[in-house]
């Protein structure tokens, strides 16, 4: 079963725009919930996590909202850029370092 | 740091040929992931090592796909038989030792596979 549900598939910004990448759980054990950035042809990076204990976490433009009681979290893109055009995957985690992936998005931020 | 390492970037390979991965994992770090990504299935966990053993290996589709970690510094994934629906790029990430969800994943470029 999929236990971690991220939407939307593919999202168009306009350069300064917001963008907004939205992901949904099911069990409420996971302790950790991190964002992964991929370019073409590069390995997913670490961008940003966040622990159930706090329900927001910004670093510079990006910031993660985390909803613990709907088991929902998002990742919000301020002043998104033409270089922060990526594949993005939320992901959950239990202690061991297990991760499980969303689907990803494909964000495309156009000049 | 070199980084993960992995190698080959790209393998062309007919079906029914053995396969092998190689991954070098950043010096230190004492859990080692293997994943393979698609299109439709996205990026899934085949198999991740703890001080070269291997944990949980429930992600590796079937037989014909082994994994091992003969020491620190090398790790393989093999296909035997390969087949076209195993066509997809495979990655090799590795953590820091404490097994804390918190601890970064750190990801190779990949291997790029191709069975034709």
């Known amino acids: 079963q999929q236990q971690v549900k991220q939407s939307p598939q593919s999202l168009i910004v306009q350069k300064g725009g917001i963008s907004i990448i939205n992901c949904a759980y099911e069990n409420t054990a996971f302790d950790y919930f991190p964002w992964y950035q991929q370019f073409p042809g590069k390995g997913p990076a670490l961008l940003i996590a966040?622990?159930?204990?706090?329900s927001e976490k910004k670093e510079g433009r990006f910031t993660i909202s985390f909803n613990k009681s709907a088991k929902q979290f998002s990742l919000h893109i301020m002043d998104s850029q033409p270089g922060d055009s990526a594949t993005y995957f939320c992901a959950v985690s239990f202690s061991g370092g297990k991760l499980i992936f969303g689907q990803g998005t494909e964000l495309s931020v156009k000049p | 740091d070199a980084g993960v390492i992995q190698s080959p970037r790209h393998e062309v390979t007919e079906m029914g040929q053995e396969v092998t991965l190689r991954c070098k994992p950043i010096?230190?770090?004492?859990?080692l992931f293997w994943y393979r990504q698609t299109m439709m299935r996205g990026l899934e966990l085949l198999i991740y090592?703890?001080?070269?053993?291997?944990?949980?290996d429930s992600g590796m589709p079937e037989d014909r796909f082994s994994a091992k970690m003969p020491n620190a510094s090398f790790s393989t994934l093999k296909i035997q038989p390969s087949e076209p629906r195993d066509s997809a790029v495979y990655f090799c990430?590795?953590?820091?030792?404490?097994?804390?969800?918190?601890?970064?994943?750190?990801f190779g470029p990949g291997t790029r596979l191709t069975v034709l």
């Open positions: 010096s230190g770090h004492d859990y």
């Open positions: 090592f703890n001080n070269n053993v291997p944990i949980d």
């Open positions: 990430a590795s953590s820091l030792w404490a097994g804390r969800s918190t601890d970064t994943q750190y």
């Open positions: 966040i622990r159930p204990d706090v």
